[in-house]
């Protein structure tokens, strides 16, 4: 059972990744608009079916990215169930703010280009920006419980060796993904404006998944 939650969560990560790729692979030309620079100029002329795929394929990516975390929190039920317990349930109310988080991001683009049809930029950034601030706390309280809470809690369990893996696993959850990505954008090389940067927590995602087949 392990390993096949394990496998499904691996493919699950990389389904996340693939929906990110439509919803955010924009070119070296996109410019970020707006006082807040949520919005961005290539929205106008984004196909608009790349955010309705991205939407459907994050509807099966969300639960199947969960199973790998599940089968991770089921090798560590043998040596600290109620850690486990208490890490499954954040993990859990994450993964559904997981799939909250990227259904408003697949919805604003298609917010603003149904606007900016009419040549109204301003209202444009005042509705996004006002349902922006709307769900500002849910939005980044849910996105910390699902990648950043667990994340760090999974490298102090293998730094002191309370999950028998090897230490180089450190780096295989999202948030050192996440970093590795930023850092390469930062470069400002034309290759990595967008990949890995923008689907490289759902790859760190999907390492749950490799680290429980690790274990077994």
Known sequence: MIKILAIIGIFGGLLCAAADCLLDLKGADNRKLGKMGIMDSKWETMAHFRFVWSDILAMFAVPMYTCGFVALMLQLRKVNEKLALGLTIIFLCGAMGGFMIHSFL??????????????NFELAE?????????????????????VVIPAIVIMILIINGTLAL????????????????LLLRATKCKLFIDAPSICAASLGLAMYGVLALILI
């Open 166 to 181: 090897p230490l180089w696993c450190i780096i295989c959850n999202p948030v050192v993904f996440q970093i590795i990505g």
């Open 106 to 119: 697949c919805l604003i683009p298609t917010i603003y280009q149904k606007i900016i049809k009419k040549d």
């Open 126 to 146: 005042d509705v996004i920006t006002t349902i922006f601030r709307q769900i500002y706390v849910p939005f980044y309280t849910l996105y910390v419980m699902l």
